[in-house]
């Protein structure tokens, strides 16, 4: 009966164990077998003619071993043989070649053999759980975790999950205004997982452009059920970020249901980033007014794009510059990683245009309004602009008919050319009026 408690009681330990590192039955019986296999062969040489059973629910562990029946003095391996007469004294109708099962249990293998048996269990149970939790972390790359602050360091912060695995935060992806204490919940994605030498490390970020899109997934109800779509975001964390956002569905506004009410859907998402400023505006895949949304809220008078160099070139009256390029150049970058082209800005004299060009708007009267909208969206809002433009980038661009194209040229030259002859007739009375006098 004392070995019995033992056993059980040697179970009862490992059940603990189990529970406390959240390994499966079924992979912590596979484990114990293994491990008792592993002693047994240490042991006596082979584990070949033993049978384990294992019953996590009550604690049970029988060990059985299976000899064969030989004549007396004929056993050669105690562990695979047992001799007539000792068979007998199990049952007296044994015969030779007859096969015989007795149990035993871990006392008659030695103290030594149990403690090689904890050692063993305590070292796969180990590399179980490290195994386990490089596997349940690996799969939630990109994912929201929350952690509770356990450890601050210099250069990282330590954190616990619901089950107390430890996660880090470097300090390196924190955002720069991030204060926190021990106590606190922190929310962060899961950015990558590293296993060296069978150590799992679970890295978090609070500054990558993912943690912003699934902060959007959480507080926007239409981004979530797939009615909103995030086609770019581009942050500079703790400052700015602009997020391009499109929608499936024309009832739906996405940058008015992104921002809510007086702003009152992106409120909790800009206080989770330390008061970072953010821009949402529709994406379009024209890249004319794509980029001039990025830009936002500089106005643009035109754009130049260099495809093959990926770089736009855009031009503005002096006063837009600054709102053009932002406090630190933040404006000008994150229109450059949301677009993927490299922008420059150019300046252009406002009197130009204020005395040589005139505004697309003005000709209204004479030009349908949705038209005068597409040339904008190509980045024309002035005549001269359009005029600049070669005919055939107009037509494609803009997605205008030829005809409608050269009736728009017709009109812008005719204004530019009634101003010229006015001026060269203006210089001929001038001019008559010196030979009179």
Known sequence: ?????????????????????NIDKTTMISVLEESFRSVIARTVGTDENYDIIIN??????EIWRNRIIVEDGNVEDPNSEISLSEARKIEDDFEVGEEVTDELFLEDFGRRTILTLRQTLASKILELEKDNLYNLYKDKVGEI???EVYQIWKKEMLLLDDDHNELILPKTEQIPNDYFRKGE????????VENKNNNPRIILSRTSPIFLERLFEMEIPEINDGLITIKGIA???GERAKVAVESYDDRIDPVGACVGMKGFRIHGIVRELR???IDVINYTNNINLYIQRALSPAKINSISIREEEGRAEVFLFPNQ?????????????????LTGYNIEVFRELEEEYDEEDIYLDEFRDEIEGWIIDQLKKIGCSTAKNVLAMPREKIIVEADLEEGTVDYILDILRSEFEGEDDNEEEYEEEEGSDDIDN
């Open 321 to 337: 510059v600054s709102l053009a390029i932002g406090k630190g150049g933040s404006n000008i970058k994150l229109a450059s990683m």
């Open 1 to 21: 009966m004392g070995k019995k408690k033992e056993t059980i009681s040697l179970i009862d330990t490992f059940s603990e164990f189990n529970e406390l590192k």
């Open 56 to 61: 996590p629910d009550k604690g049970d562990l």
């Open 185 to 192: 919940h922190v929310k962060a994605i899961v950015a990558r």
């Open 275 to 277: 008061n970072e400023n």
């Open 145 to 147: 975790v929350t952690g």
């Open 235 to 237: 942050r500079i964390p």
